[in-house]
Nanobody, 116 residues
């Protein structure tokens, strides 16, 4: 089971990034998919979640209206579009796949740094 995040990097405030999380050795179609982030010295925070069918999403208040989570079950991939980025969005972003019967899986994370 593997989740691999990509798309992180350094961006100026107000900029955009699109993160991807590609799954292998299992199919994500029966999993709720989540994006978390963890900044140095802070607790891990749930940023966005999407239902297995993609028909329901939830966001942290701090990112509502700026971030969009989506999924393509055919490509076994989940995305996080991040717009209007702020310095406080700087963190390692981690992909999570969760199914209460099948397990809970994590990627290694991708660094997002928002700085001028």
């Amino acid at each position: 089971v593997q989740l691999v995040e990509s798309g992180g990097g350094l961006v100026q405030p107000g900029g955009s990034l699109r993160l991807s999380c590609a799954a292998s050795l299992f199919t994500i179609s029966s999993y709720v998919m989540n994006w978390y982030r963890q900044a140095p010295g802070k607790e891990r925070e749930l940023v966005a979640a999407i239902s297995s069918a993609g028909d329901s999403t939830n966001y942290a208040d701090s990112v509502k209206g700026r971030f969009t989570i989506s999924r393509d079950n055919a490509k076994n991939t989940v995305y996080l579009q991040m717009n209007s980025l702020k310095p406080e969005d700087t963190a390692v972003y981690l992909c999570n796949a969760r199914n209460i019967w099948r397990g809970d899986y994590w990627g290694q994370g991708t660094q997002v740094t928002v700085s001028s």
